[in-house]
């Protein structure tokens, strides 16, 4: 029984910032890969960012560089910095974790809205 749970979602102004949270029930060591995905309205799920247990992290191509994926190990938390946010950046995020040795695990998701 493993549980992802995302906080931090709210509104913001385009150039503005947010910090997304994942908390799990487990210690991180036991996944393989941790992300952060989102899906826009009317648009399906797409890959924003990762980050595995030897922290080489991988971005989605509209988010590099604007984006950061990190890890907080002793907080058993999965961290999503974002910046210069976009209106096409608004949708749902969601925390999704990879256990050893291939199991999914999401969360129920957090609304980022980003107003022109």
């Known amino acids: 029984q493993v549980q992802l749970v995302e906080s931090g979602g709210g509104s913001v102004q385009t150039g503005g910032s947010l910090s997304l949270s994942c908390s799990a029930s487990?210690?991180?060591?036991?996944?393989?890969?941790l992300g952060w995905y989102r899906q826009a309205p009317g648009k399906q799920r797409e890959l924003v960012a990762s980050?595995?247990?030897?922290?080489?992290?991988n971005y989605g191509d509209s988010v590099k560089g604007r984006f950061t994926i990190s890890r907080d190990n002793a907080k058993n938390m999965v961290i999503l910095q974002m910046n210069s946010l976009k209106p096409e950046d608004t949708g749902v995020y969601y925390c999704?974790?990879?256990?050893?040795?291939?199991?999914?695990?999401w969360g129920q998701g957090t609304q980022v809205t980003v107003s022109s």
């Open positions: 487990r210690s991180l060591s036991n996944f393989n890969v």
């Open positions: 980050i595995t247990g030897a922290y080489r992290t």
């Open positions: 999704k974790a990879t256990a050893w040795p291939a199991d999914d695990i």
